[in-house]
């Protein structure tokens, strides 16, 4: 009876959490999604293509159903990205071992962490080979030494604001970036905003922002980075704060950024992963 009760409330629980999330926003449409991928660059022969490990790190799960859900991200792009051809993965939860941060030329983080020295000088290492380093979310999020944090990845969210919802995201129109190649000028995600950031904008390259209520009460609005990416001398950083809700991951235009992203901060072709934009991905019925 106690393990009725027990699974009983269980299931309100759960109930309760999901009823707390928005409805799922409708899939896109795919012959305007082909569009965008259709402008990418030639992809590169696979004979040409360098070998890369790319290490998937994700932590303990932090928030509501179908929110922050790093093990199930961990769990579903371990496939998805083992597809590329000459990329091999590795994963790791909390953090990687010294062996993992040395293998990998590719890291990319989904988790919230308190990025301490010790953090921070592995991150250095993988910078100064020449590797790359993507984070995700609330990855962006880094309260005690913003400053430090900072100087690797450009810019540090210090929980200042967020916002649930509809979030525009704003392309910094440039002639030919690599990463936004054939994107729409708008992109609205059902999502999360976070602003503002600390750190220098001057410093990175800001690849797209968002307009959000800058002071509390008050009506005006400001435009805050949510998309940049950060070149080191050797080693490149590229963060995205989208990536509050699952169905995000799912989302072909969220995924393109992410995955164009990732090959930058690898020193790839941005296009090197536009295949698995699509992969398992619900389109809208045209
Ligand atoms: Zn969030």
Redesign the pocket.
């Known amino acids: 009876m106690k393990q009725v009760i027990g699974l009983a409330l269980l299931f309100v629980s759960a109930q309760l959490c999901a009823a707390d999330l928005p409805a799922a926003p409708e899939p896109r449409g795919r012959t305007e999604f082909d569009v965008v991928l259709q402008k990418a660059a030639p992809a590169i022969a696979i004979e040409k293509l360098r070998p890369l490990h790319i290490l998937l790190l994700a932590g303990k799960k932090d ?1 509501g159903v179908g ?2 859900d790093y093990p199930l991200w961990q769990k579903n792009w371990t496939p998805l990205v083992s597809k590329l051809p000459k990329v091999t993965v590795d994963v790791a939860f909390t953090w990687p071992t010294p062996e993992q941060i040395k293998a990998a030329d590719l890291i990319v983080i989904f988790l919230h962490t308190k990025w301490d020295d010790n953090q921070l000088k592995d991150i250095d290492s993988v910078f100064a080979r020449g590797g790359g380093v993507v984070l995700l ?2 990855a962006v999020g880094a309260k005690e030494e913003p400053e430090k944090f900072a100087e690797r990845f450009g810019l540090a969210y210090t929980s200042g604001a967020y916002r649930h919802g509809v979030v525009d995201l704003k392309l910094t129109p440039v002639a030919d970036n690599p990463i936004t190649r054939g994107f729409p000028a708008m992109l609205s995600l059902l999502d ?1 905003a976070y602003w503002p950031m600390v750190g220098d904008e001057s410093k990175v390259n800001v690849i797209a922002s968002a307009d959000e209520i800058a002071t509390k009460g008050s009506p005006l609005k400001k435009t805050f980075p949510q998309i940049w990416t950060k070149q080191h001398e050797k080693g490149r950083a590229f963060c995205m704060v989208p990536g ?1 809700y699952n169905w995000s991951f799912n989302d072909p235009y969220f995924r393109l950024m992410l995955l164009r992203g990732m090959a930058w901060a690898a020193g790839e072709e941005a296009q090197r992963f536009d295949a698995l934009a699509m992969d398992g991905v619900e389109f809208k019925k045209e």
């Open positions: 928030h929110e922050h979310h609330w999360e509050h």
